[in-house]
């Protein structure tokens, strides 16, 4: 795994690119920026492919269903042409709560959507700004006239999918070109239900292990405190595994008395103190990098035959829900310093 990834969750957009830059200086293949109600993706992607000139910039995780697809292929295409050719395209679907809050609207079958809208961008890009796009789908129709169409640099921009349940990681398999794991992925989980799960998409769409890219999002705290780093992990695992629809992981570990007691501090005494407390030392071994610099370089061994190639990603949720952004900075450098080629 000498390819290396890092997602740099930043609020100022540029220390985002300044760390892009060190980032590269140290060997990293590929920086990714993040999209919340508060970031735009695209945005912060265009800012690191200014101030660097050779890793990839990639959408970590750019939300599916918050933008039209012809914005998404336009905006991919842009960035791809400022970056000479540096663009990985990574599109997740979100939570269902996620898309309430933030469309207003449910999204009733993300799978399928996702599926489409991944016909729909290759389709664009395809054309090359020429001709007409005539897209009769179940969820997208367009009809478009070739002069509005975007011309891409590359008409075939890697797309990577975030997936958890099983119906999106076959999806996944089937229509793109690589994974992006959920940062509570153990490397169990990903051996016996992720990649299975995938071989099915690979084998539907005349695919093998080798037309496909895997990577997961790890969650890594790095402090000279190794206790410190590990309750930092705590928050953040809590926080995730708080998700009803991420139920499965937890059942498929076996951890059910941690999953209510995770439930009830998060949604009845909303006490993030309490969330932390609930996550299990087994649960942080199996599911963060967490602890001293060479505490993590060990741990990221036992991803070494299930990835591809791991992304750092450094933990945002802490007692008061949000980590200080000065911690968050400081984690992003330890990564970076921790993991330099």
């Known amino acids: 795994m000498e390819f290396r990834a890092i997602t740099l969750q930043l609020d100022d957009i540029h220390e985002v690119a300044r760390l892009a830059r060190l980032a590269e200086d140290a060997g990293f293949g590929l920086a990714w920026g993040i999209d919340t109600p508060r970031s735009d993706v695209f945005v912060h992607m265009a800012a690191m492919a200014t101030h660097t000139k050779k890793i990839q910039i990639g959408s970590g995780i750019a939300r ?127 051996k016996e239900v992720g990649l299975p799960h995938l071989a099915a998409g690979w084998q539907r769409a005349g695919k093998s292990r080798k037309d496909f890219t895997i990577t997961s999002w790890l969650i890594t705290n790095i402090a000279t405190d190794r206790k410190q780093a590990r309750r930092e992990a705590a928050y953040q695992i809590g926080f995730y595994l ?51 610099p060479d505490d993590c370089r060990k741990q990221l061994e036992r991803y070494r035959d299930v990835l591809d190639f791991p992304t750092f990603y450094t933990a945002g949720i802490g007692p008061a829900r949000t980590v200080p952004q000065e911690r968050v900075r400081e984690n992003l450098l330890m990564i970076i310093d921790t993991f330099a080629q």
């Open 242 to 292: 708080s998700t009803r629809s991420y139920g499965d992981i937890m059942d498929f570990h076996g951890w059910h008395e941690e999953k209510e007691a995770i439930r009830a501090a998060f949604f009845e005494k909303r006490d993030m103190e309490a969330v932390a407390d609930a996550v299990s030392e087994e649960m942080i071994d199996a599911l963060a990098l967490a602890g001293t």
């Open 64 to 190: 599916a269903f918050v933008r039209g697809p012809l914005q998404t292929a336009a905006a991919t295409a842009d960035l791809d042409r400022l970056s000479h050719g540096r663009v990985v395209l990574g599109l997740g679907s979100g939570t269902r709560r996620q898309n309430l809050y933030e469309l207003g609207v449910h999204i009733d079958h993300p799978a399928s959507q996702m599926k489409e809208l991944v016909q729909v961008l290759r389709t664009v890009w395809a054309l090359n700004g020429e001709g007409d796009l005539n897209f009769q789908g179940k969820f997208y129709r367009l009809n478009v006239r070739g002069f509005t169409l975007t011309k891409p640099l590359r008409r075939q921009v890697p797309i990577y999918m975030a997936a958890v349940n099983p119906y999106m990681l076959r999806v996944a398999g089937e229509v793109a070109d690589g994974l992006a794991g959920h940062p509570c992925y153990s490397a169990r989980y990903m």
